[in-house]
């Protein structure tokens, strides 16, 4: 059974930087597409920023030039660089391939 593990969340100010990293377990990451989500309270759960098997990256339009995600293969993880944050980034974020059960989440909080 796949698990998926996410961590790095925090609080800081607008403009700062924080990285997120999903631990997964029970299957090889570099075979996977993978994505990191985000839910917002009140909204819907978006997805942010995916990377296939390939390593092709792909960003929602909101995130795009701000955020980098990447692959550690040594690590089985997946990371989620997030730069010049945006108190509109507040929410929590989640990995997983769109299909797993989900995990608990890392709570991203961004002040004004």
């Known amino acids: 059974q796949v698990q998926l593990v996410e961590s790095g969340g925090g609080l800081v100010q607008a403009g700062g930087s924080l990285r997120l990293s999903c631990a997964v377990s029970?299957?090889?990451?570099?075979?996977?597409?993978m994505g990191w989500y985000r839910q917002a309270p009140g909204k819907q759960r978006e997805l942010v920023a995916s990377?296939?098997?390939?390593?092709?990256?792909n960003y929602a339009a909101s995130v795009k030039g701000r955020f980098t995600i990447s692959r550690d293969n040594a690590k089985n993880a997946v990371n989620l660089q997030m730069n010049s944050l945006k108190p509109e980034d507040t929410a929590v974020y989640y990995c997983n391939t769109g299909a797993l059960t989900w995990g608990q989440g890392t709570q991203v909080t961004v002040s004004s």
């Open positions: 990377i296939t098997r390939g390593g092709s990256t």
């Open positions: 029970g299957r090889t990451v570099y075979i996977m597409s």
